[in-house]
Each structure stands twice: as structure tokens, then as C-alpha cells.
């Protein structure tokens, strides 16, 4: 096994895909656009859902890239040896290209040949079978060929070899996974029989199937393959370390924090370096403390980190998050250029929180003496858990003042109470989760095709600086973020909705054709132009260039309608101010047919 540092691993992997011709293509924002149904991106095959689905993708059909992921579901469970609120994932796919026998081989190739991880050290999972699809048998028979003995071979039902789809509907498929033992002595089975002896490191998921609202499902036009491995968790098998905090680029975080606090507790370090961290990837993309949406999972992170770093007796008056997310910076920033650009924003919003939280936690220490003055010899369990919850106590502090005053804490109280606490979030995050991820009804690209109608509009008649800064569609309607200094005039809101409403009736066709960015960029294709990009992009062109008739013409992964008719009649909604310098549309279209076509590729 090679000891390879998370720099090595990263690069490692993508140059063996790329010699196996597939496109290196850039991570995505952890901020998933134009997809509304879920927070954050929770993997690589997320921004990949439209191509999965069948759409062209402008790099070809094999694509490789790292994606950094968000995963909030169990958050108040971080602390263990290999969980994380925000991962590296390292991804491969073939779009309707090669298979099983194709991801298998060279997954197997790059564990045992680039990683070399002895082939005694591996196991891995197939699906065993059911009633919506047979057992993989064919994914066993190719490890088999490769020289897994079958008894390193397990078969796990859905809930383990199954992958998707990531909403209600959409593309999955039987995975088959990838295991290294990191249990005492010599290895023993497979994760079927030894579950917690083997560590997952790499999923390959056969995406042949699209599950329908129905619930059935149906084969797949395009048979896709989408891997994900666990960067950090690779690196901690490699180095030979018993957690991710352990890894090259972590543990100069988790050092960091030891030097600032004056106790040690193992699970307060680890989720001041896991949360601080993702705080900063997420402040880094777009997000501010809030109360609601990313911002409130933003605020959670930190002022979890916050109590962690109480309980460590570590000062926090505003400068101690910052002192963390300078470490992340160090340890990432040249991988992740964007971290030392937002580098101020960081550290602002990370002050600037911690010193919101000082406040809060002082009024806390108010309602504490006021449940001391209301209570008996023992404080009990709802009261406990709202200084926990509203005030950010945490069980140990509730119990360390309550002693001073020679009072106990009802802890069987606070667990139910917060046990329900979780109960509710979850469902919470489940009905988030719940709207299919990105949601591809006709709907959606109706109003994707507005929002680019609206973009060419607005710049027609405010000008060329306007260019976008978000956008979000849903079902209902479109919201479209945009740089302009001031707010847009009643005259103005007319003008832009008359253009798109004359646009959607010339009934234009939209096409797109593939090019390079800086072909897009002369053509004068609308774009962010930032590292988003592959080398190839899609420019969608709303009018035909031949008659002169080109209304729109920007770079966009699509899907698209056929024909701006498809939209029916657009009606802007409301205009107001989304932060300085940045205006918020939002708008809808109706009386388009239910029925749309979809924009294909311009004839050559
Ligand atoms: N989408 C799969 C996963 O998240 C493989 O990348 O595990």
C-alpha cells in the first residue's frame, strides 16, 4: 500500500481516468443549481443528473472529476473515525459508455495497480436481488475474474447495494462497493458477515433503471455508470491512520485546535475541524448565516462548533473561528483556489456569527437563572433541552451550573426531548429530499427557457452590466438573481416582460451546439466564466442565426424547450433587492402546452 498524501490520491485518480479517455471536468458549486429540492450538493453524480437522464454532455461520454459534498443528515452524529459533514468525493461515469465489466476493471485497476492495496486487504458488496430486480450476479462473476475470492464477495439488499435515485424518481441502480479492512489481525469475510471490520471507500452504481412516480422500475435508454470514492477516507487507509482527522490535510486543522484549548476531548475536536470546515466551503460558495435554507445549516455548523470549543474552555469573542478557517484555507486553498479569493468573506462571516452566538449564549445564562428561581431540586428534561436548543447549552454546562446551585438535571428527559427534536428534523430533511432531485418536468424547462428569456431582456433594456448571480426554478415559478445597482422603474419592469412575452410569440426555436469556452466567449455567448467550466461548454441560442432573429444565446448544461411558444405567456412576479448591487426576479409562465419538446443539438 502506497502511504500517498490527499494531494497525490486526487491526482492520481483523475490522471488514471483521464488516460482511460475520460474528460476531467470541474466540480461543481456546492450550491446546486437551479435544483431547489435539495440543500447542497451530496454528491458527483448530482450536477450530472441531466446528462444521466440522457441529455448530451458537452465533454463526451466518459467524464472523471472531484466533487466536494455537503451531507447534513446526520450531523449531530459527526464525531467518529470516518464521518463528514463535507467530503471530497472522487467520481468516474460513463454516459451510456462502458458497464459493469468496464467500471469494475478499472476500478479494480486503480485500487490494486495505482493504490496498490494488497488484494488480501479488499472485499466488496453486491446486490442480492428482489422483486423490482435480479441478483447482480454478473458484477460477482467480473470481481471473481479479477481475483476476489468469492468469500470476500457479499450480497446486501436494497437498503445497502442499491443506489437512487436521489429524489422520488429518477435514475438508479444495483451498486456494487468497495471495502478495506481496517479490523485487528487478518482479514476475516466480507462486509456482509463483518460489517464494522470493513470500511467502504468506493461505490460503483449501475444506473439502469429510472424509477417513475409510480414507483416502477423502468429500463433506462442510456445505461450509465456513476462511482464515487471517499477522498478523506481513502487517504486514512493509505497513511495508515486510524480517522480521517488524522490525514495529512486534517491534521494540521485538528492540531490547530489543540493548541488553542486548554482541556482535550476527542469528539469536541473533531466537530469543531469537521463543522468549521464545511462552514468554510459553504460560506466560500455563496452562503451567510441564516435562518432558513443553507444559511440555517450554516449557522448550525458554527455555533455547534462554537459549544464544542466552550467545552474545550476555549475563548470564542470572535476570532477563534476565523483562527480555524485560516488552517482550512492553508491546507485546501491551493487545490480550492475560490477559498483564498473568499478568504475576507470567510473570516467575516465566521467572526461575525461567533460573536451573535456570544450574545445569545449570555441571554441564556438569564433564562437559566430564571429556571433555577422556578425549579425544585432538579431541572428537568424540556427545560434542559431548550437551553440546549434555543440557547446552545449544552447538556454538560446545563449540568455543571446546575451542580454549582446544588441541583441535578433530568438527562432521561432531555434524551426523549431531544430525540423528538431529531425525529422532526429529519422528517424535515426527508421532505426536502422528497421532491425528486432536480425536478425535470416540462415545467422546470419552461421556465429555464424564460430565465434565459428574462437574462437577455433585462440586459437589452438595462444594459450590459447585468449579468447573473443565482437562479432557482421550481415547479411554480423562476427567481433570477442579477447584478444592477438600483431598483428597476415600473417602466422598466414592462419593458423587459413585453420583449420576453414578444419573444415567446415569434414562437423562436432553440437549438445548442458544443464549442470551446473561449469560441463561446467570441461568439458572445452570455456565461459566468468562472471555474465552473469544462474545456467544452453548451451554448443554447434562442433564434435562428441565419434570419438574424437570435434573441439569446448563452452557456448552459440544458435542458431546454424546443420553441419559446412552448412558454404560453410570461408574467413577472416581483422585483426586489437580494443583497447590495443584486436585484431578484421571480416569474412564471402559463398557458404553454403540457406537453413540451425538448431543444436538441443545431444541425451542423
Ligand atoms: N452516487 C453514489 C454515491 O454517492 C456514487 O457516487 O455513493
Redesign the pocket.
Known amino acids: 500500500m502506497k502511504p500517498l498524501s490527499t494531494d497525490d490520491i486526487r491526482q492520481r485518480y483523475l490522471s488514471f481516468f483521464q488516460e482511460q479517455d475520460h474528460a476531467v471536468i470541474p466540480g461543481a458549486p456546492l450550491i446546486p443549481e437551479n435544483d431547489p429540492t435539495v440543500l447542497f450538493t451530496?454528491?458527483?453524480?448530482h450536477p450530472l443528473v441531466p446528462y444521466l437522464l440522457g441529455e448530451r454532455h458537452p465533454q463526451g461520454k466518459r467524464l472523471t472529476d472531484v466533487q466536494r459534498?455537503v451531507r447534513t443528515q446526520d450531523i449531530d452524529e459527526v464525531g467518529d473515525a470516518s464521518h463528514l459533514t463535507m467530503f471530497e468525493?472522487l467520481?468516474n461515469w460513463s454516459l451510456g459508455d462502458y458497464f459493469k465489466e468496464g467500471a469494475i476493471t478499472m476500478s479494480f485497476r486503480f485500487l490494486t495497480e495505482v493504490l496498490e492495496i494488497p488484494m488480501d486487504m479488499l472485499a466488496v458488496t453486491c446486490f442480492q436481488g428482489d422483486s423490482d430486480a435480479p441478483k447482480d450476479e454478473e458484477s460477482a462473476a467480473i470481481w471473481e475474474k479479477m481475483g476476489i475470492p468469492r468469500e470476500r464477495i457479499g450480497f446486501l439488499p436494497k437498503a445497502k447495494n442499491w443506489?437512487?435515485p436521489?429524489g422520488q424518481t429518477g435514475p438508479c441502480g444495483p451498486?456494487t462497493e468497495m471495502f478495506t479492512w481496517v479490523g485487528e489481525g487478518k482479514p476475516q469475510g466480507n462486509p456482509a458477515t463483518h460489517e464494522t471490520q470493513w470500511l467502504e471507500i468506493w461505490?460503483?452504481?449501475f444506473m439502469q433503471y429510472n424509477k417513475t412516480a409510480e414507483g416502477n422500475f423502468e429500463p433506462l435508454a442510456q445505461q450509465n455508470v456513476?462511482?464515487?470514492?471517499g477522498l478523506e477516507r481513502t487517504a486514512a487507509v493509505l497513511q495508515g491512520v486510524p480517522t480521517v482527522y488524522e490525514t495529512d490535510r486534517m491534521r494540521p486543522i485538528l492540531d490547530r485546535v489543540r493548541t488553542l484549548a486548554d482541556q482535550q476531548d476527542t469528539r469536541s475536536e473533531r466537530i469543531i475541524v469537521d463543522h468549521l470546515k464545511a462552514a468554510v466551503f459553504i460560506i466560500a460558495d455563496g452562503v451567510e448565516p441564516a435562518n432558513v435554507d443553507q444559511g440555517y445549516v450554516l449557522r448550525r455548523l458554527i455555533r455547534r462548533a462554537i459549544r464544542a470549543a466552550r467545552q474545550l474552555r476555549i475563548e470564542h469573542d470572535g476570532t477563534f473561528a476565523p483562527t480555524i478557517a485560516n488552517a482550512v484555507i492553508e491546507e485546501y486553498g491551493h487545490i480550492y483556489g475560490h477559498l483564498k479569493t473568499k478568504q475576507k468573506e470567510i473570516r467575516d462571516a465566521l467572526s461575525g456569527e461567533e460573536q451573535k452566538f456570544g450574545a445569545t449564549l449570555k441571554e441564556g445564562l438569564k433564562q437559566f437563572e430564571k429556571v433555577v428561581a422556578e425549579t425544585g431540586a432538579q431541572i428537568d428534561g424540556v427545560h434542559a433541552f431548550h437551553l440546549y436548543d434555543t440557547y446552545g447549552f449544552p447538556l454538560e454546562l446545563t449540568k455543571e451550573m446546575a451542580a454549582e446551585k446544588g441541583l441535578s438535571v433530568d438527562e432521561k428527559g432531555f434524551a426523549k426531548a431531544f430525540a423528538e427534536h431529531q425525529k422532526l428534523s429529519r422528517a424535515g430533511a426527508e421532505k426536502r429530499f422528497a421532491g425528486g432531485l432536480a425536478d425535470h418536468s416540462s415545467e422546470t424547462a419552461k421556465l429555464h427557457t424564460a430565465t434565459h428569456l428574462l437574462s437577455a431582456a433585462l440586459r437589452k433594456i438595462l444594459g450590459n452590466h447585468v449579468y447573473q448571480k443565482g437562479s432557482n426554478i421550481t415547479a411554480e415559478r423562476l427567481r433570477f438573481d442579477f447584478c444592477h445597482p438600483e431598483k428597476m422603474t415600473p417602466e422598466q419592469l414592462k419593458e423587459v416582460e413585453r420583449l420576453v412575452n414578444q419573444a415567446i410569440e415569434a414562437d423562436l426555436p432553440i437549438s445548442f451546439h458544443v464549442t470551446s469556452v473561449e469560441e463561446a466567449k467570441e461568439e458572445g455567448a452570455m456565461g459566468v466564466f468562472d471555474e465552473r467550466y469544462g474545456d467544452e461548454v453548451k451554448v443554447y441560442t434562442v433564434g435562428n442565426e441565419k434570419t438574424g432573429t437570435v434573441f439569446s444565446k448563452e452557456i448552459c448544461g440544458g435542458p431546454h424547450v424546443a420553441r419559446t411558444g412552448m412558454l404560453g405567456h410570461f408574467t413577472l412576479v416581483k422585483e426586489e433587492s437580494s443583497s447590495a448591487g443584486v436585484r431578484r426576479i421571480k416569474a412564471t409562465v402559463a398557458g404553454g402546452p403540457e406537453q413540451i419538446e425538448i431543444a436538441h443539438e443545431r444541425e451542423a
Do not use: F, L, R, Y
Open positions: 451530496t454528491a458527483g453524480m459534498c468525493m467520481g443506489w437512487g436521489a451498486d461505490n460503483d452504481v456513476d462511482t464515487g470514492m
